[in-house]
């Protein structure tokens, strides 16, 4: 089953965007966790926080948790800008619609989106053009 879904990818699912992250730890963090389905779609989750070592806890910001999640060598720096563009392709930070999550729940089922303002496929545009008018 194909469902077609009027560019409603920017109503994502995820409670959190990569740009909510600092670099470096320490700073606040807009969530304790984070949580993706791998590639048997099983779910994973990462703590964001670590303890040091005076036993408190501390966000670990983008950069340790690009080393956890194997992206980045234990010994590599990046800039913040080059983790984003890392990051934001792993499923942890991937931003899907909640169509699309509650999709992935159903095997056959495939959602498409069609582009924005396509007049072609999405009818209301027509509608829009006509109201302007």
């Given at each position: 089953?194909?469902?077609?879904?009027?560019?409603?990818?920017?109503?994502?699912?995820?409670?959190?965007?990569i740009n909510d992250f600092r670099k470096?730890?320490?700073?606040?963090?807009?969530?304790?966790?984070?949580?993706?389905?791998?590639?048997?779609?099983?779910?994973?989750?990462?703590?964001?926080?670590?303890?040091?070592?005076?036993?408190?806890?501390?966000?670990?910001?983008?950069?340790?948790?690009?080393?956890?999640?194997?992206?980045?060598?234990?010994?590599?720096?990046?800039?913040?800008?080059?983790?984003?563009?890392?990051?934001?392709?792993?499923?942890?930070f991937k931003e899907e619609t909640k169509?699309?999550?509650?999709?992935?729940?159903?095997?056959?089922?495939?959602?498409?989106?069609?582009?924005?303002?396509?007049?072609?496929?999405?009818?209301?545009?027509?509608?829009?053009?006509?109201?302007?008018?």
């Amino acid at each position: 089953i194909e469902i077609l879904g009027d560019n409603a990818t920017t109503h994502t699912s995820k409670m959190y965007s990569i740009n909510d992250f600092r670099k470096n730890p320490g700073y606040d963090c807009p969530v304790d966790y984070l949580e993706w389905f791998d590639e048997n779609k099983n779910i994973q989750r990462l703590s964001c926080y670590f303890e040091d070592e005076n036993g408190e806890t501390k966000s670990k910001g983008l950069l340790k948790i690009a080393k956890d999640l194997k992206l980045v060598k234990p010994s590599e720096n990046k800039k913040l800008s080059e983790l984003r563009e890392l990051l934001k392709i792993h499923p942890a930070f991937k931003e899907e619609t909640k169509l699309e999550e509650l999709a992935r729940s159903f095997p056959n089922i495939k959602i498409v989106f069609i582009p924005k303002f396509h007049c072609e496929l999405s009818p209301i545009e027509g509608v829009w053009a006509f109201a302007k008018n």
